[in-house]
């Protein structure tokens, strides 16, 4: 009991110290939270888009966490720098008690502690990203040839067009999780159900033959999922001329909650102040 106590009055002292700094930490935070998503944004249409890198390829896990790890880093440093540039600008004076707010480490010179820094940034974003359950392929761009990045749901589907009941599914879905291909979501009216794989791969698939036609590639299991009608044009395009359109869609405009940026700086340091409150 005696514990608890002493967490909460040092917490309590550390909260009191904070107070006098509380519009440093929004506006640099809100800095933080903008330059996250825009970072992912920008790894995924100038990085994953031009090398024609999906959220379907083998090492989409793999570069997605890198991918969200590098953009957590950004994010933090952002938040350093905004908090030093705006507390030189309003001239702040130290006292003895300094908390640890005011001292926000920034890894620029990238010796050893700078680089355990930004190791302990690039984990903690990616922990916060799973934990509010996001997926790091999904941060890759999508293809129109597979299920994208949003493909959070869709119904058993067959070789032939989606029927009434099953459209209908099908826009439930969309409303609730947007287009699979780039996200999409609000002021779509109505969504396609898109099979996957297309049908017109699938159909190819299904006519081939092997070892003088004495056995069939089997059949590939068809699904749907909502798509908006700007994503359907885009894979019509590129099944009807390969060459000439991509089969690469970026989303990065579509945010979730797992682009959430927690400002993981100033969390380190309110933990440090409260254990040296101790």
């Known amino acids: 009991m005696r514990g608890i106590q002493d967490v909460y009055s040092a917490t309590k002292k550390v909260v009191d110290l904070w107070s006098y700094d509380s519009k440093t930490v929004l506006y640099s935070s809100s800095i933080g939270a903008l330059v996250f998503p825009v970072s992912l944004g920008l790894i995924q249409h100038f990085v994953f888009r031009t090398i024609s890198i999906a959220n379907g390829h ?9 991918a969200v790890g590098l953009s957590g880093c ?7 720098e905004a908090s030093y540039r705006l ?18 480490p920034k890894p620029y010179s990238l010796d050893d502690k ?18 509010f359950r996001g997926r790091f392929a999904s941060v890759l761009p999508s293809t129109v040839k597979s299920p994208g990045a949003f493909a959070n749901e869709g119904i058993i589907g067959s070789h032939r067009y989606a029927h009434k009941s099953q459209r209908q599914k099908i826009v439930q ?8 291909t780039c ?3 609000w002021f779509i009216k109505s969504f396609i159900a898109d099979h996957q794989p297309p049908l017109s791969l699938s159909r190819n698939n299904k006519t081939k033959k092997y070892l003088l036609g004495l056995l069939q590639y089997p059949k590939v299991q068809q699904k749907l999922y909502p798509q908006c009608v700007r994503c359907s044009l885009k894979q019509q395009k590129h099944l009807q001329s390969p060459g000439n359109y991509s089969e690469v869609v970026s989303h990065a405009s579509s945010l979730r909650i797992y682009h959430l940026f927690l ?3 100033y969390i380190w340091a309110f933990l440090q102040d409260v254990l040296n409150h101790l």
């Open 87 to 104: 507390r030189v600008k309003q001239n702040y004076y130290y006292w003895r008690d300094e908390p640890a707010i005011f001292k926000l």
């Open 74 to 80: 950004a994010s933090a440093i952002a938040v350093t």
């Open 114 to 131: 700078d680089l355990k820094l930004l190791a302990a940034y690039f984990m903690g974003t990616v922990i916060v990203f799973k934990v």
């Open 173 to 180: 879905i969309g409303q609730k999780f947007g287009c699979h």
């Open 183 to 185: 996200g999409r979501k």
């Open 58 to 66: 083998l090492l989409a896990p793999v570069l997605g966490l890198a």
């Open 263 to 265: 400002p993981l700086p």
